[in-house]
């Protein structure tokens, strides 16, 4: 059974700091993986998707690294500002087409 | 290009009590999921359409608990009779889903259900 934990359960850090999360899968066999942000109160935003063939993707100061093998992922945010914060939920698509979740980083950047 | 719309955006019901929740997909999207999420966790999947059928109910409590695709567009989500434990926060997501490719699914932005 596929199991996706998520380290830190959260995170506080100033402005301007680069941050990395991280996420482990116990089951390589994914189709991809998908990092989303939650603000509270709201549904789920798509940050980045990174097909089972790719080792990473980047949009604007976001980067998602992919080791299938490891079974582990990175969301890197650099120069970390306020409107970041939020809970960072990473996901794996397994071979039921079925995303499991780990349980999310709660991310504060403090102004 | 509209998101995925949910309704109600929150519902307070009492125990026992049936209660209904409903979603419209981004057009064009064969795929609709139902999530649950409760506090503090990440959602879990509750039932997978493809069209207007039914492709992964596994994890859907079917004693209480039921959905359905009419028209392969729109869908509702039924719980009756509703449950203490069942208070947490019902998402809806849609894709479209392509032979030879997998794609991200779009999220709505949930109903809040409390049950007292």
């Known amino acids: 059974k596929q199991e996706v934990t998520q380290i830190p359960a959260a995170l506080s850090v100033p402005e301007g700091e680069n941050l990395v999360l991280n996420c482990s899968f116990t089951?390589?066999?994914?189709?991809?993986l998908q990092w989303f942000r939650q603000d509270p109160g709201k549904g789920l935003t798509s940050l980045l998707l990174?097909?089972?063939?790719?080792r990473e993707q980047t949009s604007g100061r976001l980067n998602a690294s992919l080791d299938k093998s490891s079974g582990r992922s990175t969301l890197y945010i650099a120069a970390s500002q306020p409107g970041d914060s939020a809970t960072y939920l990473c996901?794996?698509?397994?071979?039921?087409?079925?995303?499991?979740f780990g349980s999310g980083t709660r991310l504060l950047v403090r102004p | 290009e509209a998101g995925v719309v949910q309704s109600p955006r929150y519902k307070i019901i009492e125990k026992k009590q049936p209660v209904a929740f409903w979603c419209n997909p981004i057009?064009?999207?064969?795929?609709l999921y139902w999530y649950r999420q409760n506090l503090g966790q990440g959602p879990e999947l509750l039932i997978r359409y493809e069209n207007e059928e039914a492709v992964d109910d596994s994890q859907l409590p079917k004693d209480r608990f039921s959905a359905e695709r009419l028209k392969g567009v729109d869908s509702t989500l039924k719980i009756q009779p509703a449950e203490l434990g069942d208070s947490a926060v019902y998402l809806c997501?849609?894709?479209?889903?392509?032979?030879?490719?997998?794609?991200?699914?779009?999220f709505g932005p949930g109903t809040r259900l409390t049950v007292l």
């Open positions: 997501a849609s894709r479209l889903e392509m032979a030879g490719g997998s794609n991200e699914q779009f």
């Open positions: 057009s064009g999207h064969n795929t």
């Open positions: 089951d390589s066999a994914i189709y991809n």
């Open positions: 990174i097909q089972s063939s790719q």
């Open positions: 996901a794996v698509e397994d071979s039921s087409y079925k995303l499991i």
